[in-house]
Every structure is written in C-alpha cells, then in structure tokens.
C-alpha cells in the first residue's frame, strides 16, 4: 500500500514488478483501505493472469492454425489448406517458410510478440505459397489482400535493418 499526498479521491491498484501496489490517499481510513484492497486487488490479479492466458493462446500452435484458417477463409477463399502450422525457434533469416508438397508452414518465433496485422499477413504469405509456389503477379496478387500487406513489410524491413545495425551506443561518443 502506497499513500498519496497528491491523491485525494482516487484510488488505484497495478503491478509493480510481481507485487500489487495499492496507491490511495494520504487521509483515507483503514476501512476505506481494506474494501479498496478486497474489491481492486482481486481485479488488478484476475486481469494479469486474463492477459497472460491470452498470451499463451496466442503462441499455441492451435491459435496458427485457427489464424490460418480464418486468413484462408477470408483472402483465398477457404482454398490453402495447410497440414500443419507451427511455430519455429530455427528460423533466423526468414519470418517464415512453406512446403507446398507436404502442406507444412513454419512461421518463425521472432514474431511470436508482433502486432497481430503483421503476424497475419506472413501467415497469409505462406498459405498463398501453398497455391502458388513462386513469387510471380499471382503470387503478389493474394498475398496483397490482406489490408495491412504493405505495412506489415515496411515493418518487417525495419525490424530486419534493426536487427543488423543495432542503435549506436550514444556513451561511445
């Protein structure tokens, strides 16, 4: 618990590293403290754990393939199938690959914390590969429909640049 002399009304609760951190004001009584504490805690702790499910969600094989599926619907009409997508901790230099004779696509785990637009335009990516092996006008074609295409690789380029010319050291001088 953490009064306030600045706060005079409100109350509020969040994480500071793995403890709770109940910030009221400097006058309020022990009993306004403990129903803050019984009714803000609760909700600051279920909220956490809430994100940190849907962040393991999200990296699941399962949620790929789901995402897959859904990319597929909505951008190539249900065509690309994929027989299994999976997360990959081996690719360093491509963000993803596919097999089109096997079905199988690979989506590299440097994305696994990408905004979620540019994680599904390289799912797209690679689901169109399963239709269309080579990057010809067919390619591009369906690999665009998704709205953010064009954003997603200007990201990709900047993390791909980052990643090869780290910032400088500004104590280097």
Do not use: C, Y
Not at 3 to 10: D, V
Not at 36 to 62: C, G, I, Y
Not at 73 to 102: D, F, K, V, Y
Not at 130 to 153: Q, T
């Amino acid at each position: 618990m953490q009064r306030s002399s600045r706060r005079t009304k409100t109350v509020n609760a969040h994480f500071s590293g793995d403890a709770v951190v109940l910030a009221v004001p400097q006058r309020a009584t022990r009993a306004q403290i403990a129903h803050w504490s019984a009714t803000l805690v609760p909700r600051v702790v279920a909220k956490r754990r809430a994100a940190e499910a849907a962040a393991r969600t999200r990296h699941s094989d399962e949620a790929l393939a789901q995402m897959a599926e859904r990319l597929s619907r909505t951008h190539l009409e249900g065509r690309a199938r994929p027989t299994s997508i999976t997360w990959s901790t081996r690719q360093h230099t491509r963000w993803g690959s596919a097999t089109p004779s096997t079905g199988s696509i690979r989506i590299s785990s440097r994305l696994a914390d990408a905004p979620e637009w540019v994680l599904e335009t390289v799912v797209l990516h690679e689901l169109v590969h399963l239709l269309e092996a080579h990057h010809n006008d067919r390619f591009w074609e369906m690999a665009r429909r998704h709205p953010r295409a064009h954003d997603a690789a200007q990201f990709l380029d900047g993390v791909a640049w980052a990643e090869h010319h780290p910032a400088e050291d500004p104590d280097r001088g």
